[in-house]
């Protein structure tokens, strides 16, 4: 199984512009997709962004359109989600996941059910 550890986050201010990275070992990621959620307090774990690890094709959540960047470095074996304009609304635990195949719809790429491997999260507070 893929194993998967996050990196980047921190104390950032509003406006802010911090890349988290989600950094991929132990097999083939080939056939991959691998995205971003958040969970903030309170609240339920929701998806962000998802990336093909085979073609770079993505695809965003309406809250982040516009404002984040999910991208992969196939060398590395890493994902990164570059992150502007942050709103202290921003302020979550980020973890990156792993599923394996392919989806026919965004249904498929949203539903957190269809990931098998996560990260252990890494902390993004954004303040006011």
């Known amino acids: 199984q893929v194993q998967l550890v996050e990196s980047g986050g921190g104390l950032v201010q509003a406006g802010g512009s911090p890349r988290l990275s989600c950094a991929a070992s132990?097999?083939?990621?080939?056939?991959?997709?691998v995205g971003w959620f958040r969970q903030a307090p309170g609240k339920e774990r929701e998806f962000v962004a998802v990336?093909?690890?085979?073609?770079?094709?993505?695809y965003y959540a309406d809250s982040v359109q516009g404002r984040f960047t999910i991208s992969r470095d196939n060398t590395k074996n890493t994902v990164y989600l570059q992150m502007n304009s942050l709103k202290p609304e921003d302020t979550a635990v980020y973890h990156c996941?792993?599923?394996?195949?392919?989806?026919?719809?965004?249904?498929?790429?949203?539903?957190?059910?269809?990931?098998?491997?996560w990260g252990q999260g890494t902390q993004v507070t954004v303040s006011s």
């Open positions: 990336i093909s690890w085979s073609d770079g094709s993505t």
């Open positions: 132990g097999r083939t990621f080939r056939s991959y997709n």
């Open positions: 996941a792993a599923r394996q195949g392919y989806c026919s719809g965004y249904g498929c790429y949203r539903a957190l059910q269809e990931y098998d491997a």
